[in-house]
């Protein structure tokens, strides 16, 4: 169906339905997205302050066709909240959305507003002695609505799952404007068509979440954090069987490190202490937290002492203040920083059934290496059988020299993970950069069933045209 800009007949409805402060000037920066991959374009920002407010804004779009593009925190990596071509859209930001609406550490549950950064819900369930335990290196920034819209994953999913398992109901605004409130604070609830489950994923095609509730777990008594050299990816996973013998559920986090991002690391962020002498190949950032009682460091101890009898590590750091376990994760959260400053020809967010990360790991390097010479950044969620894996041109050579490989390499990686029973996008969604590579990987009878859907919920099309699905003309 044909969709219109943002015209002054958009604009004056906008301003007679909402108070003026919810309609504001596009600030360059919501135009921008973390890779510089796309410039965006919008006709208005509207920042509503209330779900009845949202519901006012998707209702005009409607009935204007307007396209509507949901905003957060603006740190998603695959585009699907900047709209760089066609009709200019309205871009909803949820910032003014921020409210803890409650807070039952009894049940362990938080219901929150969609534009609460996440970093602020983990300062909200630590008020109450309780975690939020999903955890992104953009916590700074990104926000439950974006979070939930792109069912983040993260460090913890290992222990806790991603944002599908972290949430237990949500309250959203349909393509129509209509208020759903499904914000139930139920852990078992089977009435019917789970909306909540559509609505999570579905990077704001379905509709724009305006709250919801979120679950929370006691915070570990103490927390303990290891670096450990390992000498192939086998071996760090021999090492995760190992660590889970000893502590079972209290590994919160399992992270591969390639040497490649540690060199990443000294290059385009000095002052970043590392803590060995002689970069490894591998290495693993293993976090444990444990219950009352229990003791984390010594736990980290007797893992490395048995691995490294057993010939999986050759050298470890046991984290021995909160400051180091910081720094420790400092390392670990500026690999996509320093990746940025270096600049990817290709980048992949992908996942393989975790028996397999060894051989795909190898078998990578093997269809890049046909390709040219580059560097591999291969790092991620081990424990999710999630790797990061990306390319970058020698040193002293750019990006753009290699642009004309990007799309063979991209296609290389991802028809391997494809062969392997594996996933082209393992965290951060589809977006508008892999729409191509759902049509390509995706099973037809699930696509099909999601065009089924996207039609019967938004048969306008106004939400969010051309991410996840290509936009029908
Ligand atoms: C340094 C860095 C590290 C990262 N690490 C990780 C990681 O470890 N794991 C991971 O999964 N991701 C990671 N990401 C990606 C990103 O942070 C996540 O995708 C995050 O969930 C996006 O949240 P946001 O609030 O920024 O959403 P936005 O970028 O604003 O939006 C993302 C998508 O959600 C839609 N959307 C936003 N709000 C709503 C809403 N209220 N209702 C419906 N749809 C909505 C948008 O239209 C868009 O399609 C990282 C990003 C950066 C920059």
């Known amino acids: 169906m044909q969709l219109n800009s943002v015209d002054q007949k958009c604009l004056d409805a906008l301003a007679a339905a909402l108070p ?40 005009i779009a409607n009935t204007q066709r307007v396209p509507v593009i949901p905003y957060s925190g603006g740190t998603g990596l695959v585009g699907g909240q900047v709209s760089p071509a066609g009709p200019l859209p309205i871009l909803l930001s949820l910032e003014r959305m921020t409210a803890v609406r409650g807070l039952y550490p009894e049940e362990n549950v938080m219901v929150v507003e969609a534009g609460a950064i996440l970093s602020d819900v983990h300062d909200a369930a630590a008020a109450a002695e309780r975690l939020f335990p999903l955890s992104i290196a953009s916590k700074g920034s990104a926000r439950i609505g974006g ?15 991603n944002a599908r398992d972290l949430c237990l109901g949500i309250e959203a605004v349909l393509p129509n404007g209509d208020l759903w409130n ?35 777990v006691p915070r570990p008594a103490s927390e303990g954090t290891a670096l450990m050299v390992v000498d192939s990816p086998t071996a760090a996973l021999a090492l ?10 209290g590994v919160s986090a399992f992270e591969l490190i390639h040497g490649q991002g540690l060199a990443f690391l000294s290059e385009a962020l000095p002052d970043l202490r590392q803590p060995f002498n ?58 996509p920083e320093a990746n940025r400053r270096i600049g990817s020809i290709s980048s992949h967010d992908i996942s393989v059934p975790l028996g397999m990360v060894p051989e795909f ?22 424990g999710d059988g999630n790797l990061h894996y990306n390319i970058f041109p020698k040193h002293g050579e750019s990006r753009a020299d290699y642009a004309h490989l990007s799309d063979d390499i991209k296609r290389a990686v991802h028809d391997l993970v494809h062969e392997m ?45 051309g991410a996840v699905l290509r936009a029908s003309v």
């Open 20 to 59: 003026e402060a919810a309609l504001r000037d596009v600030a360059p920066r919501y135009l921008e997205e973390p890779r510089g991959r796309w410039h965006g374009q919008a006709g208005v920002l509207m920042a509503p302050a209330s779900a009845r407010e949202v519901s006012q804004v998707i209702q």
């Open 147 to 161: 979070l939930l819209a792109t069912n983040a994953g993260g460090v913890n999913v290992l222990r806790y799952g």
């Open 182 to 216: 499904g914000l139930k604070r139920l852990r078992k609830d089977n009435t019917g068509y789970d909306l909540r489950n559509l609505l999570i994923g579905s990077e704001g095609t379905l509709g724009v979440i305006t709250a919801a509730t979120l679950t929370l």
């Open 240 to 249: 995760l069987a190992l660590a889970k013998d000893h502590v079972g559920e």
């Open 278 to 335: 002689t970069q490894p190949e591998w290495c693993v950032l293993i976090d444990l937290g444990m219950a009352r009682g229990l003791d984390p460091a010594s736990a980290l101890e007797r893992i490395f002492e048995e691995a490294s009898e057993a010939g999986l590590v050759s050298d470890g750091v046991i984290a021995q203040s909160e400051g180091q376990r910081q720094s420790f994760w400092e390392l670990r959260e500026q690999i």
């Open 361 to 382: 790991i190898e078998k990578a390097a093997g269809v890049i290496g046909a390709l040219g010479h580059f560097r591999i950044n291969c790092f991620g969620h081990l």
């Open 421 to 465: 029973g594996g996933s082209v996008s393992a965290e951060h969604g589809i977006g508008r950069l892999k729409v191509d590579d759902l049509e390509r990987y995706g099973d037809p009878t699930k696509l099909e069933a999601m065009r089924a859907i996207k039609a019967a919920l938004d048969p306008a099309g106004i939400m969010n045209p």
